[in-house]
């Protein structure tokens, strides 16, 4: 069986490395936000090109801390895209605010400026554009819009660390960038571990207030926080992977550019990924947009090939949503990729026989 990622192996190139980096934090005894969490997110700001980090317990909770920096909650109006995982919406409606998804574009599956600009209303607050599958979203003209307005821009970047638009990384351009360390990230811990990138200091001391329980000194408390911290084993774990993230992400590229010719000069129906040509794309999902998608699946799954579909019901249309009122066809492009789009397996480690077997399988479908 060919996975959809392999972690395993990866690990296997790393168990020495790990097992120094955690008998160190053993050994320290500082297990809450010590001396490696801190070396983490001069690291990972560094990567990021941004001048601040604050290690936080999962992606998902960069996301809520960043809502709540910037003063996100009731009766505010925040656009995002239906089009990615459900916490990038999760996050906005805990904060009280209410999610405005809007329809993304069809080459690159991510948010359509014109249909951010043609939704801000008086209670917008804010835009959550995701860089979906690792690939930056146009952020010049979200910015232009986000200026025009007053509004915040809070990047979720969990799929695209280290991914570049213009130049410039992704989590960088907004006001916040928003990074899960996830597992099967890019940047993986081997638990749950997220960051918020930002270039604004006010921002990230708030950050660093809000995921101690809102005191800088303990026991004053001076806002609303959470308990919401990155874990020291687990920062000593990125650490490790950080030193070796460029190598994985030229990889995934060099993985990236064989499918696109393997697939080419096989002739089938399939729509390999479209790459703006302004952006440094690093492949978190090598995505293709097929017809007769399910069958497709179901005869990979057959040959020994696993895929998977990011994401198959857009998020206006699951029940936790109806509230919204939202019915089919209100987002038509989104409603199209659910149904077309399949991620072939991808990983630093994929060899070439690999996808030649992967793409062979998929030829033997369509003929
Ligand atoms: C993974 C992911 C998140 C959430 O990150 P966790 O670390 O799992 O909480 C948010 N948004 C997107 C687009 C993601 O892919």
């Not at 995982?85 to 359509?112: C, E, K, M, Q, W």
């Not at 409603?335 to 789009?341: D, F, I, K, T």
Request: glycine share 8%; proline share 5%; with cysteine.
């Amino acid at each position: 069986m060919i996975p959809i990622l392999d972690l395993k192996t990866q690990y296997e190139q790393l168990r020495d490395e790990i097992a120094v980096a955690l008998q160190g934090v053993l050994d320290s005894g500082a297990f809450v936000l010590g001396p490696d969490v801190k070396a983490l997110e001069r690291e990972v700001a560094d990567y990021c090109r941004c001048q601040h980090g604050v290690g936080v317990a999962s992606g998902t909770d960069a996301l809520r801390l960043s809502l709540a920096a910037l003063d996100i909650g009731q009766g505010d109006e925040v656009i995002t895209t239906p089009f990615t995982f459900v916490a990038t919406a999760n996050t906005i409606s805990h904060s009280g605010a209410r999610p405005v998804f809007v329809d993304i574009d069809a080459d690159t599956y991510n948010l359509n400026p014109a249909a951010v600009a043609a939704a801000v209303t008086s209670r917008t607050k804010a835009i959550v554009p995701v860089h979906l599958y690792g690939q930056p979203a146009d952020m010049d003209a979200i910015m232009a819009i986000a200026g025009q307005h007053g509004l915040a821009v809070i990047e979720d970047a969990a799929q695209a660390i280290g991914a570049e638009y213009k130049g410039r990384r992704a989590g960088s351009i907004g006001h916040v960038g928003c990074l899960s360390f996830y597992p099967t990230k890019n940047l993986g811990a081997y638990g749950d571990a997220g960051m918020v990138v930002t270039n604004d200091p006010v921002l990230s001391d708030k950050l660093d207030v809000l995921r101690r329980q809102g005191g800088k000194t303990k026991y004053f408390h001076e806002v609303l926080g959470f308990n919401s911290r990155l874990d020291t084993l687990q920062a000593a774990i990125l650490r490790v992977k950080l030193r070796h993230l460029e190598r994985w992400q030229e990889a995934r590229r060099e993985a990236a550019c064989r499918y696109d010719g393997l697939l080419a000069a096989a002739g089938a129906p399939v729509t390999t990924p479209y790459v703006r040509p302004d952006v440094r794309h690093v492949y978190h999902q090598y995505t293709i947009r097929v017809p007769q998608r399910d069958a497709l699946a179901e005869h990979l799954q057959q040959r020994g090939v696993s895929t998977m579909i990011y994401y198959p019901l857009p998020l206006h249309l699951q029940g936790l949503y109806r509230n919204l009122g939202m019915t089919e066809g209100a987002l038509p492009i989104a409603e199209a990729a659910g149904r077309e789009v399949l991620s072939l397996p991808m990983y630093p480690e994929l060899t070439e026989a690999q996808q030649e077997e992967i793409v062979a399988a998929v030829v033997e479908f369509y003929r």
